[in-house]
C-alpha cells in the first residue's frame, strides 16, 4: 500500500488553505525581485579595472547593463536588459519596498548614526536621511525567524570602513532572518571598503563604492540606476545559503507582517486521525 500520494495531496490542501507553498517555506516578500542580485529601473554599470563578481542571483536592468566584463556573473546567473521579467521584478520591487515602509514603527532613530550600535529585531523608523560610521550589530538574542527593517525616509548613506554583522543568530544561524533597508524616496550609497549585510531597496539608485563587498548575503534593487566599482556581491552568502528575506510575509492589502505560521509539516500533525484513517481505508478499497 503506497500512502504518500495522499500524504502529499493532505499537506498541498493544508497549505492552500493557510496560503503557503506546498514546498513548505513561505516566498519571500520580495515575489520575483527575489531572483536578482542586482535590479535597477534604469541603467546598471561596473567600473573599475577588475569589476564586480556576482553570484547567487540575476542582474537585470530596464535599460543597460555595462561592464561585464571585466566583471562577472557566475553561471548560470545571466544578465537580463528590459523584458517581461525584468518588468515584473521591478514592480514586486515596489510592493516590497511599499509594504515594508507602511510595517509599523518600534523605534524611532532620526538623527541618530547607526554605527557603534547593536540593535535586536524590530522595524526602525528614520524621519530622513539616515548615516552609518563605523560597525554596526544586529543582536538576534537566539531566535529564528526575526527581521530587522530600516524604514528611510529619504537616503542611507555609509562611511567607509562601516560594517554590519549578524551576532547570537538561533539555531540555524540565521539562515531564516530577514534583514532589509528601504530608502523610500531616495538612494543607498555605501562607502568604500564597508562590509554590508541584507537586502537594499532604493527609491533612487544604489552606489556601491571602492571595494565594497556585499559577499555575505547582500541585495541591491533600485528604481533607477546602480552603479559598482570592484565589488563582490552575493545575495545568497548568508548563513547556510540564507538571503536574510526572512521572518516576514504579506497580509492583506499588500501589507508587510511578521510570520507567524510556523512551517506546513508542523501542520500535518493537526489532521485529525480519524480523518486521516477514514480517507485511507476508502484508498485501500478502491
Not at 523608523?125 to 537566539?142: E, I, K, N
Not at 492589502?253 to 509539516?265: G, L, Q, R
Amino acid at each position: 500500500m503506497k500512502t504518500r500520494p495522499f500524504v502529499s495531496l493532505a499537506l498541498a490542501a493544508l497549505c492552500a488553505a493557510l496560503g503557503l507553498p506546498a514546498s513548505g517555506r513561505a516566498q519571500s516578500i520580495l515575489l520575483s525581485a527575489g531572483n536578482f542580485s542586482l535590479l535597477g529601473g534604469t541603467a546598471i554599470t561596473s567600473t573599475g579595472t577588475v569589476g564586480t563578481i556576482v553570484t547567487g542571483g540575476n542582474v537585470g536592468s530596464a535599460t543597460a547593463i555595462t561592464g561585464f566584463p571585466p566583471g562577472v556573473i557566475s553561471t548560470p546567473y545571466m544578465s537580463i536588459v528590459g523584458g517581461p521579467v525584468v518588468n515584473q521584478a521591478l514592480l514586486d520591487l515596489i510592493t516590497a519596498k511599499n509594504g515594508l515602509a507602511g510595517m509599523p514603527s518600534n523605534v524611532t532613530m532620526t538623527g541618530t548614526d547607526l554605527g557603534g550600535l547593536t540593535l535586536t529585531p524590530a522595524v526602525y523608523t528614520f524621519g530622513a536621511a539616515a548615516g552609518q560610521t563605523g560597525a554596526l550589530q544586529l543582536d538576534a538574542q537566539g531566535h529564528n525567524n526575526v527581521f530587522w527593517v530600516f524604514q528611510i525616509g529619504t537616503s542611507l548613506t555609509t562611511a567607509a570602513g562601516s560594517s554590519v554583522t549578524l551576532i547570537n543568530p538561533g539555531t540555524n544561524g540565521g539562515k531564516d532572518d530577514g534583514i532589509f533597508w528601504v530608502a523610500e524616496t531616495g538612494g543607498i550609497t555605501e562607502g568604500a571598503n564597508s562590509a554590508m549585510l541584507g537586502n537594499y531597496l532604493a527609491g533612487t539608485s544604489i552606489t556601491f563604492s571602492g571595494t565594497t563587498t556585499a559577499s555575505g548575503g547582500v541585495r541591491a534593487l533600485a528604481e533607477a540606476g546602480i552603479t559598482l566599482d570592484q565589488n563582490a556581491v552575493n545575495p545568497l552568502g548568508g548563513p547556510g545559503g540564507g538571503d536574510f528575506t526572512g521572518g516576514l510575509m504579506y497580509g492583506p492589502s499588500n501589507s508587510v507582517v511578521p510570520i507567524t505560521v510556523p512551517e506546513p509539516a508542523a501542520f500535518l500533525w493537526l489532521v485529525p486521525i480519524g480523518a486521516l484513517g477514514l480517507a485511507l481505508r476508502r484508498r485501500r478499497s478502491a
